[in-house]
């Protein structure tokens, strides 16, 4: 829109996301409730500004301009996006799930072959466990080899003890 138009309100609007980012720079890594704390302390009023500021912007501007457009969809957006805030394991956007997909997306045409729709399922769980062990920085065949080695001894109330996010690599 910006690069377009060269629109004033998009240059704004981009420098005050760009502050909300800013903000998820800073609190990247830390625990969810720290997280948390500081984005209800900082990233909770720049995006109160944003919402209302939009809304000002919006009946300054041809409500059938793309811009316009734009401001709608991030309106409808915004409070969907607020429990962020105040839940430290949330992110700002979906990018590490865009991401993590994205393999998925570019061999569709090799998995026709997984042969059936439980074919399909059983690929989806060996991903999701496979990237959940990756966003932990847990190695998979390592993890895998425990937990498969430990299920059978396992109670199913205590499978949770299986997870990736619980699992501690040896030497760790």
């Known amino acids: 829109m910006l690069r377009v138009h060269g629109s004033s309100i998009a240059a704004e609007a981009i420098k005050r ?3 909300l980012y800013g903000i998820e720079k800073q609190v990247r890594g830390s625990p969810p409730c720290e997280r948390a704390s500081l984005r209800t302390a900082k990233s909770k009023l720049i995006l ?5 500021w939009l809304g000002k912007q919006l ?3 041809s409500g059938k301009s793309p811009l316009a457009l734009a401001i709608r969809y991030a309106l409808t957006r915004i409070p969907k996006i607020r429990p962020y805030l ?3 394991f949330l992110e700002l956007d979906n990018n590490i799930a865009e991401r993590a997909m994205r393999p998925i997306a570019i061999g569709r ?3 026709l072959l997984l042969g059936s729709e439980k074919g399909g399922k059983s690929a989806a769980i060996a991903y999701s466990l496979i990237k ?6 847990i190695n998979p065949q390592s993890w895998l080899t425990y937990a498969l080695a430990n299920i059978q001894d396992t109670n199913i109330s205590d499978l949770d003890k299986l997870m990736p996010w619980n699992y501690v690599e040896a030497g760790s």
Do not use: F, S, V
């Open 17 to 19: 996301i760009a502050q």
């Open 48 to 52: 109160d500004k944003l919402e209302i």
């Open 59 to 61: 009946i300054q501007i």
């Open 86 to 88: 105040t839940h430290g």
């Open 109 to 111: 045409k090799n998995y």
């Open 132 to 137: 959940t062990c990756k966003l932990n920085r």
